[in-house]
């Protein structure tokens, strides 16, 4: 059983869960330029994060997810997973866990043949019962603002006590206390700590700066610590 009392699952690792609930912010990746691996994932690591998902949004993210996975300290993840295809690619190139936007049987399937926790996303109570029947215990929810915000999520999870949420999608540094005052919400998906922006301009010092800033909003200072 998980500090929750829920059970732990077969859909996600221990691990990766204990990563999530000790972090509770997950930096969403989006660049095309495998240069800024090394660096950002430093630059992450010194702000107290690390964990990362990189997005296969770009023709290059297979080159990015490879060379941050490669960095001592950080555990490295790909999002945006549509197909076993894109799984087997992004575990071949290092990634510790995988994302779906949505509920695919298939990229359920290549992440627990490859031996690697995948967060599957789900928007409705239909697809929250189905990766519940499935063995899952940590779900994406997505896209998170989109779907009704905080309220919508509060409501759908209430008869789902066995699971966990990571809300993604349009959370800014401003919403993300909201999102991780659920008790359900283990940890909430973002790119504020690393825009395409600050990714372009190669500014790791403010990437640092935010996200430290965003380990302090995850333990609710000045609030007392998250339970």
């Known amino acids: 059983m998980n500090p929750r009392g829920r059970p732990s699952g077969c859909g996600t690792l221990p691990d990766l869960r204990a ?3 000790d972090s509770c912010v997950v930096p969403v990746i989006v660049s095309d330029d495998p240069g800024i691996a090394g660096p950002l994932s430093r630059a992450l690591l010194a702000g107290g994060i690390g964990i990362a998902e990189v997005t296969l949004r770009t023709p290059n993210a297979l080159r990015v997810l490879a060379g941050m996975a ?5 555990v490295a993840g790909a999002g945006t997973v549509l197909n076993a295809r894109q799984a087997e690619a992004a575990v071949s190139c290092g990634a510790r866990f995988l994302v779906s936007p949505g509920y695919s049987p298939s990229v359920n399937q290549a992440a627990a043949d490859a031996g690697v926790p995948v967060l599957p996303g789900v928007a409705t109570a239909t697809e929250m019962m189905r990766a519940i029947d499935d063995g899952h215990a ?4 997505f896209p998170a603002a989109a779907s009704g915000g905080p309220a919508a999520l509060r409501a759908l999870s209430a008869p789902f006590g066995m699971l966990e949420f990571v809300p993604t999608g349009d959370i800014t540094q401003a919403s993300a206390a909201t999102w991780l005052e659920l008790p359900a919400v283990i940890a909430v998906g973002g790119s504020w700590m690393a825009t395409p922006d600050l990714l372009r301009s190669r500014d790791f010092t403010a990437i640092t700066a935010l996200a430290l800033a965003a380990t302090r909003l995850s333990r609710h200072e000045p609030g007392g610590a998250r339970a």
Request: net charge positive.
């Open 70 to 74: 490669g960095t001592p300290g950080l």
């Open 19 to 21: 990563i999530l609930a």
């Open 138 to 141: 940590v779900v994406k929810y």
